[in-house]
């Protein structure tokens, strides 16, 4: 029934931005906290960001703190991630996930819909 998809990636220059769309069907966003995560290869999946059915952010990678920014249209039921001034080591399979709470949870098993991905490679 509940579905997100990804996308937007793409192969970016180091210093380039992308900006990736979460698109939900089957249930409304105004009810689920979204996180993005992100899988590189050889590593395991770990979490970027994440933001609540109000619009609070949490950040879930200081890696990424100050270049990416998570937000929501709840209008057009999609969440976004906007990433800045890229690294090759941001280079991954990048997921959305939703949870059935209102707020960001602190364990990855609260998100149990999952996107499909979308590549993001950062490379000169």
């Known amino acids: 029934q509940l579905q997100l998809v990804e996308s937007g990636g793409g192969l970016v220059q180091p210093g380039g931005s992308l900006r990736l769309s979460c698109a939900a069907s089957?249930?409304?966003?105004?009810?689920?906290?979204i996180g993005w995560f992100r899988q590189a290869p050889g590593k395991e999946r770990e979490g970027v960001i994440c933001i609540r059915n109000s619009g609070g952010v949490t950040n879930y990678a200081d890696s990424v703190k100050g270049r990416f920014t998570i937000s929501r249209d709840n209008a057009k039921n999609t969440v976004y991630l906007q990433m800045n001034s890229l690294k090759p080591e941001d280079t991954a399979v990048y997921y959305c996930?939703?949870?059935?709470?209102?707020?960001?949870?602190?364990?990855?098993?609260?998100?149990?819909?999952w996107g499909q991905g979308t590549q993001v490679t950062v490379s000169s």
């Open positions: 996930a939703a949870a059935p709470i209102p707020w960001c949870p602190l364990m990855t098993n609260d998100f149990r819909s």
């Open positions: 089957g249930f409304s966003l105004d009810y689920y906290a």
